[in-house]
């Protein structure tokens, strides 16, 4: 009789669990297509971030520029196509978020500790940076299409730019967000060929120079620092990933990772696109006084820059939901599992319109663009996108010692520590450096 009792439990927590997985927004929709995982992951990796890469490059000069934007393209598509290989590396299971990877390669308890803090960093911190980017693209188009107007505060651009994510945020899951991603995916590369196109049209400035900015040594040292962490911020996409390819359907003979794979090499072409030419043109032109935010250096042809800050908007619009979702994933799942309620419709109105709330609220006391990214770059972005991929691939696969396979992510693990420790660095000193001058709610 009891093992009868205990059998039928047990189907009801499978049923239970089931129930919820197909509710929850990252497991309740797996019919997406490939271009769906291109423009996705267009969205979550061309951030804000691209438009400090010029800046980026003032602080690191022409030859360890070139060399860190082109072996963070390398390391980061390498270990995105690990994660890509790792979805479902266990026959039958499919790992549909990054700490599940991490319990599998960890442990249970430790695996969470492991990725999830590192997780919502990069995931919280995304959101708030682009909600300090919304809000200054949306005054900097103010202030140019209309310059004798009275002047307003950033706080309530921040505002005006959060309040669309109250609206935004309900929709349940990634393939329902999927019109916003691509519109926010088109914009990124329109906005990236204005920056660089709009910035080649002025041609080199004159008196134009290429030395560190910062007189003293420690300056350009802390400036440095900075500048790896903001690249480390533009190769961001690593943290959604897993979550992006548990929307696409799988089957024995057509696995998720052969879709998932052509549509991360289409946005690492996208993003090499709006990258590359960016970063050269943009220092090449202004060198070292170049803004941490080329849109703001380039004050003409005044309808263009406006145009671009515009895209800007519609696209950070987009990445703030990709990077919201799995932060929702992780709220709701807490919420029906370990405090027991209910489902549905209401439970997703306050949870979500809270976190809004919540980052919203920070974008406003602490809207230091370049700081933040720096800071948050080497922190946390580093990590989930250079090496906790190879880790775990070290630890899942074992690969031979001194194989390819191993010196690589050897390499790859020594150069993000580095990145890891020495970024925040820089973007702590920046963000103090800003706070000093800095007013609340100004």
């Known amino acids: 009789m009891g093992s009868i009792e205990g059998e039928n439990n047990k189907s009801l927590e499978i049923e239970r669990e089931k129930k919820l997985e197909d509710w929850l927004p990252i497991t309740s929709s797996r019919n997406a297509k490939w271009w769906y995982s291109a423009f996705h992951n267009v969205t ?46 266990v026959p039958g299971k499919r790992f549909d978020r990054y ?7 960890f442990g249970e308890k430790l695996g969470l500790w492991i990725v999830v803090p590192q997780q919502l960093i990069v995931e919280v911190g995304s959101n708030i940076v682009y909600m300090v980017t919304g809000g200054k693209s949306l005054k900097k ?39 916003v991603s691509l519109a926010a995916a088109v914009m990124s590369l329109s906005y990236s060929t204005i920056a660089w196109v709009a ?10 120079s290429y030395s560190y900015k910062d007189t003293a040594t420690s300056g350009t040292i802390f400036n440095f620092f900075n500048a790896l962490g ?52 943009g220092y090449w032109i202004f060198g070292n006084s170049v803004e941490d935010n ?29 990077f919201a979702m799995p932060v929702f994933d992780m709220i709701e799942t807490v919420l029906v599992k370990k405090f027991r309620l209910p489902p549905g419709l209401t439970l997703r109105l306050i949870a979500r319109t809270a976190y809004v709330a919540l980052t919203m609220s920070i ?28 880790i775990i691939w070290l630890a899942i696969k074992k690969p031979r010692r001194f194989s390819l396979s191993w010196l690589i992510n050897w390499s790859c693990i020594i150069l993000g520590a580095l990145l890891t420790v020495l970024a925040p660095i820089g973007g702590l000193r920046s963000i103090i450096k800003s706070a000093s001058t800095y007013e609340f709610f100004s």
């Open 99 to 105: 700490h599940e990877l991490g319990q599998h390669a």
């Open 294 to 322: 080329i849109l703001v250096t380039l004050e003409k042809p005044r309808w263009i820059v406006a145009t671009a800050n515009l895209m800007v908007v519609v696209h950070v619009i987009g990445s703030y939901q990709i």
């Open 199 to 208: 910035s080649s049209a002025k041609g080199k400035q004159t008196g134009v």
């Open 230 to 281: 903001d690249v480390a911020f533009a190769y961001a996409g690593h943290s959604v990933v897993l979550e992006i390819q548990a929307t696409i359907p799988s089957t024995r003979e057509n696995p998720s990772k052969k879709p998932m794979w052509k549509g991360v090499v289409v946005a690492y072409i996208v993003v090499a696109i709006c990258y590359f030419p960016v970063a050269l043109a």
């Open 141 to 179: 188009f103010h202030d140019l299409v209309c310059p004798d107007c009275k002047n307003i505060k950033l706080t309530y651009f921040i505002m005006i730019f959060g309040s669309c994510h109250f609206v935004l945020s309900q929709l349940p899951n990634f393939n329902s967000i999927s019109g």
């Open 44 to 89: 979550a990796m061309v951030g804000a971030g691209v438009l400090s890469l010029p800046y980026a490059m003032a602080q690191l000069g022409w030859g360890p520029g070139v060399t860190v934007l082109i072996l963070s393209w390398i390391i980061t598509l390498y270990t995105l196509w690990q994660m890509v290989e790792m979805h479902e590396m």
């Open 363 to 390: 974008a406003i006391c602490i809207p230091f663009f370049g700081g933040l990214l720096g800071f948050f770059g080497g922190f946390a972005f580093a990590p989930t996108t250079y090496f906790l991929p190879c």
